[in-house]
């Protein structure tokens, strides 16, 4: 059911996965799909370019946060960005945060004394949901000559529209949304996809947003704000 290949970049270990009976069926969705189809297999052959993964001047969309912002200044602006409707906020029945508190329960019946990391967790959506595709996908690009890397989460897939998910345990979303907005945006250059939305969860929240959010309403208020380490611009726009 699971197809898995294990790559190692910068020492650590991402255990890509996809769903083999469901990428079968992905045409069938929509027949737009079939490049990215193709793109998930020749990942699971091991066609990706690993030195530039591991080289360490390149830019990795991981380090991409909102460092040096006052906690209160996130978390007020994150609900105004709620109250306006360019994220729409979930509670814990959203479908994602059930599959995390079900691994968190298991854990807990089989008495393991420490938080689930992201492997149990992700490889339980990824078998538990009908919709996502894979995980831990590694995704590359290069962009006025430089190279920008990373590993997305979590790839939901619909008819109507794409996922790209990451699991944020840590909970304020808006510290990490630079980083899985650049997902969401490197994922519709790549593909050429317009029906693209970023999702950042964990098990109690849920906060569903379009990555365009990232270049319109937060550089707007960063720029208000004074704030100039905005270094994934040079890669997005």
Known sequence: MLN???FYHQNIRYSFHYHKSRLEKINQLNQDYKKLKQFFQEIYKGRVPNQIFNMKNIQRISNFKLKGIKGAYLRSYSKQLVRTGKIVKFDSNYKLSRFVNEVYQNFLKNKINKNPGHDPILKNILIRDRNSIAI???????INGEYITGHIDLIEIKKEGIKIVDYKPEGNFLYSLPQVASYGLLFKSIFSYDNVKCIS???????????????????????????????WEKFIE
């Open 136 to 142: 831990e996908t590694p995704i590359w690009r290069k």
């Open 4 to 6: 898995r290949r294990d």
């Open 201 to 231: 969860f964990n098990k109690n929240h849920a906060w569903e947003y379009s990555p365009e959010v990232l270049i319109e309403d937060l550089k707007e208020y960063l720029s208000n704000h004074k704030y100039n380490t905005r270094k």
